[in-house]
C-alpha cells in the first residue's frame, strides 16, 4: 500500500482518476476509508473515500494543509531518451532522491521517442512520489541536446572518464547531464567539455542508469534531499 495518493481538489471534493481508482481496487481500499493525499503541487489532505466506480473515485476531504517548499538548492538531471525500463527506473530513483527537474535529452545516439506517451513518465513520477511521500512532484519535459544550455545551472556536470572528483561542496543548483548507451557523439562531447564540468566516478564503465544514481544520491545527501 502506498503512503500516499494522489488526486486534485474539486471544491469540497477530492477526485482521483482511472489509474488510483484501479490501485484502490487491486489493494482493496473500500469506501469509507480515511487516507493521506496529495496532488502532488504541495497540498496534503486527509480524505475520507466516499466513492470507488469503474473509472473514477471520490472522496470527502476532512483536513488540508500546504506544505511550503523550502528555499534549498534544485537538483536537476537530464536523462537520455534510451530504452523505456533503465528511463523509467532512473526517473523512479531520481524521484525518491529528491530531484527537483527532469530533462528527457535526445541525443543523437538515444533513438527512443516519448513525447507522444507523456503520461508514461507521469505515472512514473506520480508512483515513485507516492512511495516516498513527496507533495511537490518533480517537474519534467522532452528537450533536444541543443535545448541543454536553456536549462543548465551554473553548476552542470557529465560524466567523462578523465573528469575531475565529485566537488564536496555545491555553492548553487546543480544539473547532471546523462549520456545514453553509445555515449556522446563527438560533436556532442566537444560541446559539453567546452561548456560544462565533466566528472568521473572511478575506473569502471558504468550504464548510464547506474551512474546517474551514483552521483545523485552522492548530491542528494550533501544538499539533504533525503
Known sequence: MPNIFFGYKDKEKFIFDEHETKHFKTIRVKEGKIIKCTDGKGNKYTVKIEKIEKKKSFGIILESKHIEKLQEKNLILFAPSGKWERLRWLIEKSVELGVDKIYITKTKYSNRNYTEKPEKIELVIRNSAKQCTR????????????????????????????????????????????????????????????????????????RFETAAFVFLSFVAIKLNKI
Open 135 to 206: 507533495v511537490y512532484f518533480p517537474d519534467f519535459r522532452f528537450i533536444t541536446f541543443d535545448e541543454i544550455p536553456k536549462y543548465a545551472t551554473q553548476n552542470t556536470f557529465f560524466l567523462d572518464l578523465s573528469g575531475e572528483k565529485i566537488p564536496e561542496k555545491f555553492d548553487s543548483n546543480i544539473s547532471f547531464i546523462v549520456g545514453p548507451e553509445g555515449g556522446f557523439s563527438p560533436k556532442e562531447k566537444e560541446f559539453l567539455t567546452k561548456n560544462f564540468k565533466s566528472i568521473s566516478l572511478g575506473k569502471k564503465i558504468l
